[in-house]
């Protein structure tokens, strides 16, 4: 055990028996991330959630009373933010967590085990919430083959596939935030959320890993399903 260039003990896990040198830089990356250590003692399920608080604190896109739909809430770390910023612990707004994976209950989130990639998916959150949402957001990553072109266009289509869908549930005025990776958005996704939404554009938080390349892109001002019909 050594110490970092910030003088924190750095943790050094060893190789052998089955473990792999990905899933040893892994856990060591794991063991080391002050934000990881920060969550436990907060109580996030995970150490996304300072990224959506440090976004939110910057944007200021969650309010009181809104309707939020997380796309694939699980652990759960958005929706904790989420619940507390728009105040469904209060009974003040709506949380729904959706995740094709199950989530242990959170206070202040509804969570519905489905796949947003359904058909009938928006139809159903609509009856869930009553209406439409303000805000969906996404913190999903597609499942990576290490092939560097396959796996971005797995991530743009998994983007492209939640802007679809936000477009479906959102009401005028709206927000959509997803992760991206590399360049961010595609110039095709880019051009489609312009013609979508007032604002648009990247956004990095810094609880973001540093070796990381994900970014987020941030649409805001949804213009509501009348006006892209006009369009």
Known sequence: ?????????HVTVKTGGKRKLSSKLWLERQLNDPYVAQAKRDG???????????????HRFLKRGQVVVDLGAAPGGWSQIAAKRVGSLEGKGKVIGIDLLDMPELPGVTFAQM?????KAPDKLRAMIGGGADVVMSDMAANTTGHRKTDQ?????????????????????GTFLAKVFQG???????????????????VKPAASRQDSSERYVMATGFRGANDMQRD
């Open 153 to 173: 266009l797995r991530i743009i289509g998994l983007v492209e596939s939640a802007a679809a869908f936000a477009c479906e549930i959102l009401n005028p005025g």
């Open 44 to 58: 996030f399920r995970s150490r996304a959630a300072y990224k959506l608080q440090e976004m939110d604190d910057k």
């Open 184 to 202: 961010g958005a595609d110039a095709e996704l880019l051009a489609q959320l312009k013609r979508d939404f007032t604002t648009v554009k990247h």
């Open 1 to 9: 055990m050594a110490k970092d260039t910030t003088g924190r003990l």
């Open 115 to 119: 796949d947003f990639l359904d058909d």
